[in-house]
């Protein structure tokens, strides 16, 4: 494990917290019913707040229930819950019945708005566990010690022929020891650019890998269909999210929820992508909602504290960049697809099937495929800079109080409108962040590079076009290849030392013959056709421009495309 | 003095002062100038360039005090000393105050580039508009602008106008809306600042091609067609600007351009009159005593065309006459067979 120093000895963080029982999560977990109590009494609360009429809280319903009949009677998910048709018709048959009764009613239908929120609630809230998470260190194989440690049973590997050895494969890199300081006594929320349904446990397992204690995250709800990945899942401090629910008390539970642990000091993880990039860009357009919470829960720190000795919640932007993304061919089949359409998807339940993911995940895991993750500088819930100490800091380096961002005429209010606008500028800050901590690697430089060489021989033709050249004239001579991937490679170590971009130290290699020799062999090594091959003359070939594209694509908006 | 009654202005030029009498009418006005002497002067006379001002105004000359006493500031001065303006009370500057200006001009984003040249480019990033300004060079985050037809002229005898406020926090519509408004005085609210602030800034353009008009009595048809080409073509370039396109069609865009554009009154329009009578633009310049800010923003605007590939014959046309000696008769010539195409392309 290279630990991005400039040095290549696996570096080994010490949990910050030793006592699993001392971390965060453990002790917010505790008690699974308390938790599950509070949240559906806020979310409660919530809903009757925003709908004060009768009426409203009718038309809620009417709403949720029109909303849950569209999911159920499309694709059913293996972890649906058996009894999701006979619920959801009991609600309706429920309020229907309530249309004709005068006394009671909205009595009653509150109490049908509990049942709801305590099902959506009870599904949501996680499931960690002190003991599970001990035994899964002790006795599951191939598991979190296996994975944690694996750099140190790794032997140093061949990589550039003879020439050099290097401990590879997965990299831990940026703001590591800021966060670790600041996760000690604040309140970090990591938010991870999202490109594979491995992410779930590569960010885990990298939080994990730099001494952190769990964190809360809200994971897709079908990929705790695969029994596997759920066990990891929990261990990880997964909490599910079903993105097919898009109804507005649905919403509100897990907001509450997501509010009410970070405000106890939960450490919390979200994919504010919303969902894995199609394309293989970064993100650069952010779902809201769970980031608001985080606001959210400061707010309320603040206001409970009078102000004073108030916890401060940290935002570390994280970039999770990988030379092989098993999903690649069927996001960027969906990219194309949809491009200029906004259309609905219904994820698919892809990984019922746990085979072929463990198969994938001992590999990546253990062997040839590289990840990095790097952590960016923590900011605060504004989106601005903090220094060593946590203070925030105004673009001219004077403090700044964050008190004063909830203040109106010096007292602490309550305005959702001005927090949600604070919530796009943390958002913009984000997305700025990813751009400055995406690492490029080998793998993007010779997809880059391969891909505009296309289009520049083919200027005449659009994107689509770009796609369906004929396999007779995908080929690049050895030197044209070589003579771009030289420039693409050298404006990128310049973007680097203007701190516009992290590079893979492989990237630095002297020889650009190992850079492309690397990246080629390693750009999407295990998809059924690799996007780039050698030919027998050493020129290089694309088996798959679709692939090739998506990871392409993870390098653009850096002004590269002169460079080709 | 409590502090919820005290709003602030920085800059006491002619708008500047404007503001802080409509201000007066509702609240007690911290009217800030940099000049000691003048300060003295006003406080003692009530008077700023013979304009009276409101007896709930204090002319003062420190910021401190301003940003103690002050939650809501209206800084009205010109783009050139914004950006050393805010940066002097930054220090004081928190992320509870409340920022709308009244400055309709750009700035840019220097650091030790070349100055622009004519076809030079130059990248929406690169420049500035002044709310962007006050969060980077402050902890302020709670910006908004005033933009409108607003004659200072006009405003100083009393007469009826509106003004549009835009800022994406409701908090600082509705503050400023209430410290401003009066039987006289409408102020309408917007979520697009972007628009409503370049709108305010490249109308200016448009008001220095109305003067050249009025300069060689080229009539009213010319300029009704200088300014609804204009109107096209500052909309076309402000899509690429971030800014959406209705912005121009509201008080801060046709609002402000019908009143600028016909009104001796206005600075920019009388920068545009005198270059149509012979006279040079630095002569112009050095005669007067305010800033015509659309000077500058023909320069900045020519730039981001040529950036942006975008089609604005008369911008290009403005900026060569005025940085470039083209004469008025050539300027007019090249623009009347200009080949333009269909009539409405930008919405």
């Known amino acids: 494990m290279n630990n991005g120093n400039g040095n290549n000895q696996p570096q080994v963080y010490k949990r910050i917290i030793q006592d699993i029982h001392e971390w965060p999560i453990a002790k917010i977990s505790k008690n699974r019913e308390a938790v599950i109590e509070a949240v559906v009494e806020e979310t409660m609360q919530t809903i009757l707040q925003k709908n004060k009429t009768e009426d409203d809280v009718h038309n809620e319903l009417a709403k949720a229930i029109y909303y849950e009949k569209i999911r159920i009677d499309g694709r059913r998910w293996k972890i649906d819950p058996k009894d999701d048709k006979a619920f959801w018709d009991y609600v309706k048959n429920r309020l229907v019945e309530l249309e004709s009764h005068a006394d009671n009613k909205i009595d009653e239908e509150k109490e049908l708005l509990r049942k709801i929120i305590t099902r959506y609630v009870t599904e949501i809230v996680g499931n960690f566990n002190v003991r599970t998470y001990n035994f899964a260190e002790r006795f599951v194989p191939f598991a979190f010690n296996r994975l944690l440690n694996a750099s140190h049973s790794r032997a140093f590997r061949k990589i550039f022929g003879n020439k050099k050895h290097l401990l590879r494969s997965i990299n831990l890199v940026g703001e590591i020891e800021q966060v670790r300081k600041f996760a000690k006594d604040s309140i970090i929320i990591a938010v991870p650019t999202h490109s594979s349904n491995i992410d779930s446990i590569t960010a885990g397992w990298g939080i994990s890998a730099i001494g952190l204690p769990a964190f809360f995250y809200g994971a897709g709800l079908n990929l705790f269909s695969v029994r596997f990945l759920a066990f990891f899942m929990h261990r990880l401090g997964a909490y599910k999210v079903d993105r097919r629910k898009k109804n507005a008390i649905y919403l509100e539970a897990l907001k509450v929820y997501s509010t009410q642990v970070i405000q106890q000091g939960g450490h919390s993880l979200f994919f504010p992508g919303g969902t894995r990039s199609r394309s293989n860009h970064l993100e650069s357009n952010l779902k809201l909602g769970l980031l608001g919470t985080a606001l959210e829960a400061q707010r309320r720190l603040i206001l409970n504290s009078n102000g004073e000795n108030f916890k401060k919640i940290f935002v570390v932007p994280v970039t999770m960049n990988y030379g092989f993304i098993l999903e690649a061919p069927e996001l960027i089949d969906e990219y194309l697809r949809n491009v200029g359409k906004e259309r609905y998807f219904v994820p698919a339940d892809k990984y019922s099937s746990s085979y072929k993911l463990i198969k994938f995940m001992i590999r990546f895991f253990t062997a040839d495929a590289d990840f990095n993750i790097a952590f960016g500088k923590c900011m605060d819930i504004f989106g601005n800079t903090v220094d060593e100490n946590g203070i925030s800091l105004n673009a001219n380096g004077n403090e700044i109080d964050i008190r004063d961002y909830f203040k109106s005429k010096g007292e602490l209010t309550n305005d959702t409108q001005r927090d949600s606008v604070y919530t796009k500028m943390l958002s913009e800050s984000i997305v700025a962040a990813f751009k400055i901590n995406n690492v490029a690697m080998c793998e993007h430089v010779v997809a880059f590079t391969a891909f505009k060489l296309f289009q520049k021989k083919n200027p005449e033709l659009d994107i689509y076009g770009v796609l369906r050249i004929p396999e007779e004239f995908r080929e690049i001579d050895k030197e044209e290849f070589k003579h771009a991937a030289t420039q693409v490679r050298d404006k990128l170590l310049k973007l680097r030392s203007n701190g516009k971009i992290r590079i893979d130290e492989l990237l630095e290699a002297e020889n650009i013959d190992d850079v492309i020799e690397y990246g080629v062999k390693k750009l999407g090594v295990y998809h059924a056709k690799r996007p780039l091959v050698f030919t027998k003359q050493k020129n290089i070939k694309c088996q798959n421009m679709k692939v090739l594209l998506f990871y392409h694509n993870r390098i653009e908006n850096y002004g590269l495309e002169k460079y080709v | ?347």
Not at chain 2, 54 to 68: C, F, G, Q
Not at chain 2, 334 to 345: A, C, G, I, Q, T
């Open chain 2, 1 to 347: 003095m409590s502090k919820q009654e005290s709003v602030g202005v920085i800059g006491a030029g002619s708008f500047g002062t404007v503001v802080a009498n409509l201000l007066a009418e509702n609240k007690h006005v911290y009217l800030f100038s940099r000049r000691k002497e003048f300060v003295d002067d006003a406080q003692l006379n009530r008077k700023i360039n013979d304009h009276k001002i409101h007896e709930n105004i204090t002319v003062i000359n420190d910021l401190e005090l301003l940003t103690k006493e002050c939650f809501l500031i209206f800084p009205v001065i010109p783009s050139g000393s914004f950006k050393e303006v805010i940066r002097s009370m930054s220090s004081y500057l928190r992320p509870d105050h409340i920022l709308i200006h009244g400055t309709k001009g750009l700035a840019i984003r220097n650091k030790g580039k070349k100055k622009l040249e004519t076809k030079q480019k130059i990248s929406r990033e690169r420049v500035l508009t002044m709310s962007e300004l006050i969060r980077k060079e402050s902890a302020v985050v709670r910006v908004g602008c005033i933009a409108g037809p607003n004659l200072a002229k006009e405003m100083q005898q009393q007469l009826p106008a509106a003004t549009v406020i835009a800022s994406r926090f409701d908090e600082v519509i509705h503050e400023g809306q209430n410290a401003l408004k009066s039987n006289r005085f409408q102020v309408y609210g917007s979520y697009d600042i972007e628009g409503v602030e370049l709108a305010g800034v490249l109308k200016n353009i448009l008001a220095i091609g109305s003067g050249i008009c009025s300069g060689l009595n080229l009539g009213e048809n010319a300029r009704a067609l200088l300014i609804t080409k204009g109107l096209a073509e500052i909309i076309n370039l402000s899509k690429y600007l971030g800014a959406e396109e209705r912005s121009f069609l509201g008080l801060a865009g046709i609002g402000d351009i019908i009143a600028t554009c016909s009104s001796p009154n206005s600075r920019n329009y009388t920068v545009g009159f005198r270059l149509a009578k012979g006279e040079k633009i630095n002569d112009i310049l050095n005669s007067m005593e305010e800033v015509a800010e659309g000077v500058n923003t023909i320069k900045i605007a020519n730039a981001l065309a040529n950036n942006y590939k975008v089609n604005c014959p008369i911008i290009k046309t403005l900026y060569e006459g005025i940085y470039d000696n083209l004469s008025v008769d050539a300027g007019l010539e090249y623009l009347m067979n200009f080949k333009f195409s269909m009539d409405v392309e930008f919405m």
